[in-house]
């Protein structure tokens, strides 16, 4: 069955400094990869998604996605990280051949950014 | 454009009530997905309409809950009677393409069962 793992249940970082969070899947092909983000009182909203082709992916807010497939990865990152990105990130996989569109999310990392 | 919108934000109810929530999915959006998030945990799927029908309801938990989308506008999902676990968020998204998993999600409601 298809899972995501995002080990990293919360993680710090002061603003300025660089941030990568993680997240593993479990599918037997390449899946649709996405990272989402939700800040406090708003919806989800996509940062970036991986379809195929060129595996590094940027999105917006100026995050970028590598997606390895030696490593069963899709690594979200940012090169410096501003206090309005403290919010909780989710990392989903989308399975495209057996229909129903669904997305199957991992837990959330929630990132606070301290000053 | 408005976005999806559901409502209420927030639910407080007590065991063995019945809650029902409801969401406004963008116009012209065929496809309405409706999840969840139980206790921090993963967000899961629920079920998927394409206009009014239920292309998929694999992710639905148990016939306590029932999710209608009555002339392929907007949606209702009715838990009844409330058990304590359904505390959750609950998410609904629309897409116009479901193939190309263009989501706009609600900011959800969050329900709190005591």
């Known amino acids: 069955a298809q899972s995501v793992t995002q080990p990293d249940i919360h993680i710090t970082v002061s603003e300025g400094a660089s941030l990568e969070l993680r997240c593993n899947y479990s599918?037997?092909?390449?899946?649709?990869l996405f990272w989402y983000v939700q800040s406090p009182g708003q919806g989800l909203q996509l940062l970036l998604k991986?379809?195929?082709?060129?595996?590094l992916v940027q999105g917006i807010k100026g995050f970028e996605a590598e997606f390895k497939r030696s490593q069963s990865s899709f690594n979200l990152r940012k090169p410096s990280v501003h206090w309005s990105d403290a919010a909780e990130y989710f990392c989903?996989?989308?399975?495209?051949?057996?229909?129903?569109?669904?997305?199957?999310f991992g837990a959330g990392t929630r990132l606070f950014v301290k000053a | 454009e408005a976005g999806v919108t559901q409502f209420p934000s927030h639910s407080v109810i007590e065991k063995g009530q019945t809650v029902t929530l409801r969401c406004d999915p963008i116009?012209?959006?065929?496809?309405l997905y409706w999840y969840r998030r139980v206790m921090g945990k993963e967000i899961k799927f629920l079920l998927h309409?394409?206009?009014?029908?239920?292309?998929?309801e694999s992710g639905m938990p148990n016939n306590r809950f029932l999710a209608e989308r009555t002339g392929g506008t907007y949606s209702t999902l009715k838990v009844q009677p409330a058990e304590l676990e359904d505390s959750g968020v609950y998410f609904c998204?629309?897409?116009?393409?479901?193939?190309?998993?263009?989501?706009?999600f609600g900011s959800g409601t969050r329900l709190t069962v005591v």
């Open positions: 998204a629309s897409s116009q393409d479901a193939s190309n998993y263009g989501y706009t």
């Open positions: 599918y037997g092909a390449t899946p649709y």
């Open positions: 991986y379809f195929s082709g060129d595996t």
């Open positions: 989903a996989v989308g399975d495209p051949y057996t229909g129903g569109f669904k997305t199957i």
């Open positions: 116009s012209g959006h065929d496809n």
């Open positions: 309409f394409v206009k009014e029908s239920k292309q998929d």
